[in-house]
């Protein structure tokens, strides 16, 4: 099921992405062969336009260096610095600097792939030539110089003391987090050791100090930057890139919230439909409702498996409206996880169908006493994937439900009369006592031992008549699981006394030749104490 639904996930239709892709195929198909080489022109450190046309016998950039020299030669000229633009030939035009033309755009500078139009590319050029011989201006200005130079000293400062204050705040907060930790370490000791939540808060602290140091930083560079006329343009680029930044995420928080909102009602209503399958199976768990299709021990993981299938099926609802879901990158996380699930998960779904198949069969259940193979003990927790039971010398084994299925199991709390589980211990005695008293001797010791249930009562049986022997078994119930080892140390210890207090050797006689007399018991003796006089084969 749970590949089932992320390959739903990954067949989302995608037709409006692949036709763009095709489209931007298209495009970058073009040979760059065709394309014209192109040369930036850049005065004082400002971008004017892309140089993109050809002049017979020079270059891209033997135009630029021709262009800026004009420049310099109409700022030298003098006047008010105005910019104009006038026709040219050929539908071009031409941009003047105090009446002199510094440069023409040709149609051949527009940008095919953005399709501007010569109108767009002179108006750009002008006003960021406008801004550049500003700038050039302004740079020939000692007191102007000085002027920026006293701002960004002044920003140097402003800069020191806001990590001065960081710096001293961070020791404020540590000093105030060691005294909170001091004053609640005993309550926080359940959860966490004292001293590594102290270094957890020590780390955030940190964080928050290097974060506020690299935003103040920011700002400082900014600002010193856009004081200079020949660095100003690294300043505006710096802010706007921070604006651009802040605005991208408020946005996409503000594109993000349909989806998140539409996210919150999903979880809201699953979670309470989760309620309502844990409100129903409890009940049945707890045996105060029945239903005919269900156990009461196989609710419990019904239970689950319903809440994790439910979960899963709002997952894949949810999915589509995760921020940033359409992305790549999610897309390929989504393949990486497909590719770890198909690789790993063929051995976990046939541990998990021999989990399932055994819950739902009631192979066992908790607090049952169970032999499965080598491994005897109590069952402690029946998973999906494996079970774990508690033997009798106190160690947990953890035991895969495939083993399980595979492997021959004894229940010894099933098919019995009454609670408790079976217990039974065999003894071998010889022909020459009564089997009539070795019984009684079997159930005396099997009265007098605690943790055995009076009822259904103790009952003794002979399993095998042997060359030199008679094997009898002696079977109980113990009351609880968890008492089965010390109960039947109890019971082998009674069994001796009571044997030992009649005379009866349990060692089994072994010999190589007929003895003097012949083994048997003579009828005077067959109800020898604590043999019951009631007693008869017939009965046994």
């Known amino acids: 099921m749970l590949c089932l639904l992320i390959g739903a996930i990954w067949t989302i239709p995608v037709s409006a992405e692949e036709n763009q892709a095709t489209d931007l195929s298209i495009i970058s198909a073009q040979s760059k062969q065709d394309l014209p080489e192109t040369f930036p022109l850049e005065f004082m450190n400002r971008h004017i336009f892309t140089i993109r046309s050809d002049v017979a016998g020079f270059s891209q950039q033997e135009q630029a260096t021709s262009i800026l020299n004009r420049i310099k030669l109409a700022m030298e000229k003098g006047g008010d610095d105005k910019i104009s633009t006038h026709p040219a030939p050929k539908g071009g035009r031409f941009i003047e600097l105090n009446g002199l033309r510094v440069f023409q755009i040709k149609p051949d500078d527009t940008d095919i792939i953005t399709g501007e139009s010569v109108d767009e590319v002179a108006k750009n050029a002008a006003e960021n030539l406008q801004t550049a011989v500003h700038d050039a201006r302004e740079q020939s200005s000692k007191q102007f110089m000085i002027k ?27 000093s105030r987090f060691q005294k909170w930790i001091q004053a609640w370490a005993d309550k926080l000791a359940v959860a966490i050791h004292p001293e590594q939540a102290m270094n957890s808060l020590i780390f955030l602290v940190n964080l928050a100090k290097w974060a506020l140091v690299s935003m103040a930083g920011y700002q400082w560079a900014t600002i010193s930057l856009s004081q200079f006329p020949y660095t100003r343009p690294w300043g505006e ?25 539409v996210i919150f009602i999903i979880v809201l209503l699953t979670r309470f439909a989760s309620q309502l399958i844990k409100a129903f199976f409890a009940r049945i768990e707890s045996g105060e409702t029945s239903v005919p299709w269900m156990a009461e021990e196989t609710a419990k993981p019904t239970r689950k498996i319903s809440q994790g299938l439910l979960w899963l099926f709002a997952f894949a609802m949810a999915y589509p409206y995760l921020p940033g879901s359409e992305t790549e990158a999610f897309r390929g996380l989504s393949v990486l996880v497909g590719i770890m699930l198909s690789i790993g998960g063929s051995g976990l779904v046939g541990q998990a169908a021999s989990g399932l198949i055994m819950i739902y069969s009631r192979v066992l259940r908790e607090d049952e006493y169970v032999k499965i193979g080598e491994t005897e003990g109590v069952v402690t927790t029946v998973g999906v994937f494996s079970t774990k039971i508690r033997t009798a010398s106190g160690e947990e084994v953890n035991v895969p439900n495939s083993m399980i299925g595979n492997a021959i199991t004894v229940n010894s709390s099933r098919l019995i009369e009454g609670d408790g589980l079976v217990a039974h211990t065999c003894v ?30 103790p009952f003794e ?26 109960t039947m140390t109890t019971l082998h210890a009674n069994i001796q006394d009571v044997f030992n207090e009649y005379g009866v050797q349990i060692m ?5 030749g007929d003895p003097l007399e012949k083994i048997w018991v003579p009828k005077e003796q067959w109800f020898e104490a604590p043999a019951a006089e009631a007693v008869e084969a017939k009965s046994i």
């Not at 680029?237 to 909102?261: C, M, R, W």
């Not at 010791?445 to 009076?454: D, E, H, M, V």
């Not at 089994?508 to 190589?512: E, I, Q």
Request: proline share 5%; aromatic share 10%; glycine share 6%.
């Open 148 to 174: 920026g130079a006293g701002f960004a000293l002044l920003a140097s400062l402003v800069f020191y003391l806001v990590c001065r204050i960081i710096y001293w705040g961070e020791r404020k907060l540590i």
């Open 237 to 261: 680029k710096l802010h706007s890139y921070l604006i651009d930044t802040v605005t991208e995420i408020l946005l996409a928080i503000v594109n993000a919230l349909p989806g998140l909102v």
């Open 428 to 457: 071998t005695i010889g022909y020459d006592t009564p089997w009539r008293q070795v019984h009684g001797m079997l159930l005396q010791a099997a009265k007098n031992t605690p943790g055995l249930r009076s009822e259904p009562k």
């Open 461 to 486: 049986a002979q399993t095998a008549l042997s060359d030199y022997y008679v094997e009898y078994r002696l079977t109980a119930q113990v009351e609880r699981p968890e008492i089965r080892r010390i």
């Open 508 to 512: 089994s006689p072994h010999y190589k």
